[in-house]
């Protein structure tokens, strides 16, 4: 090889490991084992590190018990704490068999300070009893769409049946997001509760997410931490349109948890921007009826879409195409609000996101020329 060609290959071979460092320089440095950063909205994942490892989820889990009491018990309801409540592990808010609180008071002391027998307790309220709960716990984590779960008690305490992954920990959070009184409580870093029993008893909460009040933006979530599962922490942080989710999982140490979500949010937010996609003011399509008072229904998008573009990405290769079929059955009526198909959200003819499409009318089922019409020519029309 001569002189000239050497050096060629010498500046082609720094240039390749230049681009190779830039383009590691791009990504977060996480010390984390699992991790992942979504969009809460539409759950687009921005970053991800073995997040379908299963992992032990610690107190993370209990934001799957703090969502299924708020939806299934009165926040005025006595929670009463028992033996089991008491005697569970860090018994925090120093309990005495008999105290008691309100489901939303207890609410809050799980989420902000990790209450063991405080989710022990609720869990009781809720079903009976923890073995009861955890099956209420694994149907609603299916229904919001978690794939690789299993949960056995409320609190995160180590079980060896007991495990999630980063991925269904980041849908789990954004199912609980949507809520806007556990919005609330999250995104609280100090409050008190009153006991109902005994009157005179109170605590301060102090949130031990770390990231309230220090990141601009941070609004929740939880924290979790056992020597198994190591360091956890489910983040979420909001600026502008643009609202992030960032699970870490399996962390060295208390701290590097929220160095890691720091770092994950930072890659974010410099690279996500929402845009407009779907505009339910503006979706109207027309359906034919069979079998109905009349021949059509008006179908609409359910609910606007925002999708977030990464950098680099363009809006022109976003389109909307409608999975619906040309005529629905009335026989037993429609209600508004029911859903007969799908605007898909597609980007590059890949299809991103879906919205449900509803009835935007009420049709009673019965009988009418127009809708016999259509029975007769719905070969034709399908």
Known sequence: MNLEKFLTAIIFSAIIFSMSICAA???PKILADSAILVEASTGR????????????????????????????????????MGYDAVTAEDNTLNWSTGDSVSAKEMVTAVMLVSENGGAIALAQAVSGNVSRFAELMNDKAKQIGCTSSNFENPNGLPDPNHYSTAKDMARIAAYCMKNPEFREI???????????????????LNNTNELLGKYKGANGIKTGWTRAAGGCLTASARRGEVELIAVIMHSPDHDTRFDDATALFNYGFERVRMVDAIDKNRVEKTVFVRGGKQATIIVGAEDDLNFPLMAGEDAKFLKVTYDLPKIVDAE????????????????????????????????????SFSSLLISIIAPLIT
């Open 45 to 80: 994942i921005i970053y991800e590190k073995n997040s379908e490892t299963y992992r032990e989820p610690a107190s993370m889990t209990k934001m799957l018990t703090c969502i299924l009491a708020m939806e299934k018990l009165d926040p005025n309801k006595e929670i009463m």
């Open 25 to 27: 320089a791009g990504e």
């Open 186 to 204: 999250v995104d609280t870093k100090r409050t008190s509760i009153r006991w109902l029993y005994p009157k005179e008893k109170w605590s301060e």
């Open 332 to 367: 037993n009526g429609i209600q508004i609000g029911k859903v007969l198909g799908e605007a898909v959200l597609r980007y590059d003819g890949k299809p991103v996101a879906r919205v449900p499409l509803v009835a935007r009318e009420n049709v009673k089922g019965g009988f």
